[in-house]
């Protein structure tokens, strides 16, 4: 089954950090730009971040430019978005999932997602 698993999620107070993982199950990440995206209770599906497949180029969402840094180990089938300055409103699930570039939609291979909070 092609799919994605992320992990590095938890609680951390505001202003603090985490580290998500998303490592790809059945497939290589190589030819692939790769998403990460954030639902919050009762809102919709956002896109935060995106790296291309070929040269690595990025683009982020304003409400995490500056704060969020996406990266990709292809050798460990894995991409990464680092996370500091958390506020409250970046509490969602995250979830990354991948497409042949990063302006393509919509995009597939969809994980469980992986839990952020941020609170005092």
């Known amino acids: 089954q092609l799919q994605f698993v992320e992990s590095g999620g938890g609680f951390v107070q505001p202003g603090g950090s985490l580290r998500l993982s998303c490592v790809a199950s059945?497939?290589?990440?190589?030819?692939?730009?790769i998403g990460w995206f954030r639902q919050a209770p009762g809102k919709e599906r956002e896109r935060v971040s995106c790296i291309s497949s070929r040269h690595g180029s990025t683009d982020y969402a304003d409400s995490v430019k500056g704060r969020f840094t996406i990266s990709r180990d292809n050798a460990k089938n894995t991409v990464y978005l680092q996370m500091t300055s958390l506020k409250p409103e970046d509490t969602a699930v995250y979830f990354c999932?991948?497409?042949?570039?990063?302006?393509?939609?919509?995009?597939?291979?969809w994980g469980q997602g992986t839990q952020v909070t941020v609170s005092t």
């Open positions: 999932a991948a497409h042949t570039a990063c302006s393509g939609y919509p995009f597939d291979y």
């Open positions: 059945g497939f290589t990440l190589d030819y692939y730009a």
